[in-house]
């Protein structure tokens, strides 16, 4: 089935999660040092992915895009209020919950990378699962580190992990159709490196470096296709 590999994921974030509650009341400075070491990871990870462009110009191109249309429609703004709904909806009683901060983060570490396009794409063209499958365990792990911290807030991403990695699953099934090979390959290598930028973002974040509004970036993901597309044209 084309979706095995995205539902096997889903069903991954949602086992890390329920494991992850069950250590939620570790003490603070543990809970201080391991989101620490988990914006390290997050930053190296980030890192390896931007390194991967093969046209830094097309991959500034689009985080520029990108954040004017995200600050133009006020996207941060948006993911935190349905964040902020969906919390007072589950913890009224809860004055310090941070599962607006557990679904952002984790949508964003479990949805942009080369592992979520590349296996989508395999799962639909090739019927192949293998890279979704090893991203399911990562993102597990992933998800039981962040629940600890970050709680329950981390397994809503199920959601659009479920919506972006199958519509691409779907897609894909006929995408070779419209995108010749050379085209997709390229895309696929700036997308990465725009996406790794934003995970360098949310590295920064969690280390309290800086407070980038990261949401407001994603339409460069979308954005990357585009001016790859029109730079391709006048090069």
Partial sequence: MVLTGTLINALCIILG???GLFFTKIPERYKETIL???GLAV???????????ENIIVVLLSILTGAVLG????????LNDVGSWIQKKIAKNNANSTIAQGFITATLIFVIGAMSIV???DSGLRGDHEVLITKAI???FMALVLTTTLGFGVILSVIPVLLYQGTIALLATQIEQWIPETFLNSFIAEMTSTGGLL???IGLN???????RIANLLPSIITVGIVLYLYSLIT
């Fill in 71 to 78: 600050e133009s429609i006020h996207l941060e703004k948006k």
């Fill in 17 to 19: 999660t329920v494991i």
């Fill in 43 to 53: 930053v190296l990870i980030g890192l390896q992915m931007a390194l991967r462009t």
């Fill in 119 to 121: 296996g989508a794409l």
């Fill in 206 to 212: 969690i280390l309290k470096i800086t407070n980038i």
């Fill in 199 to 201: 995970i360098v973002a």
């Fill in 36 to 38: 620490n070491g988990i």
């Fill in 138 to 140: 990562l993102d597990g």
